[in-house]
């Protein structure tokens, strides 16, 4: 079993920076593949980010890349991402998840283990 626990997000102009947070317990972090997803009202929840169990390969949705970072700290227990030059479309609620595979997937169901989310709400 693994327990994820969002933080960091906010309030935050358009064109702003937030660095929310996942931090993990339970079985073994290296283990598992971490994403980020992301939910607006209305919409299906959808694939923002992934990060390989070293954090070399990582894997990001064509809305985000290049304003978006995802990263781990494995001593840490934690993942991160880092989003940068925020627009009023990035507004949503930010899960983290855990797959317990060697393999990235930007599918929710290929993922094990769900945080409770944590809003991030962009103004102009």
């Known amino acids: 079993q693994v327990q994820l626990v969002e933080s960091g997000g906010g309030l935050v102009q358009v064109g702003g920076s937030l660095r929310p947070s996942c931090a993990a317990s339970g079985r073994t972090f290296s283990s598992y593949v971490m994403g980020w997803f992301r939910q607006a009202p209305g919409k299906e929840r959808e694939f923002v980010a992934a990060?390989?169990?070293?954090?070399?390969?990582?894997y990001y949705a064509d809305s985000v890349k290049g304003r978006f970072t995802i990263s781990r700290d494995n001593a840490k227990n934690t993942v991160y991402l880092q989003m940068n030059s925020l627009k009023p479309e990035d507004t949503a609620v930010y899960y983290c998840?855990?797959?317990?595979?060697?393999?990235?997937?930007?599918?929710?169901?290929?993922?094990?283990?769900w945080g409770q989310g944590t809003q991030v709400t962009v103004f102009s």
């Open positions: 990060i390989s169990w070293g954090g070399g390969v990582k």
């Open positions: 998840a855990a797959r317990y595979s060697s393999r990235y997937s930007e599918l929710r169901r290929d993922y094990d283990y």
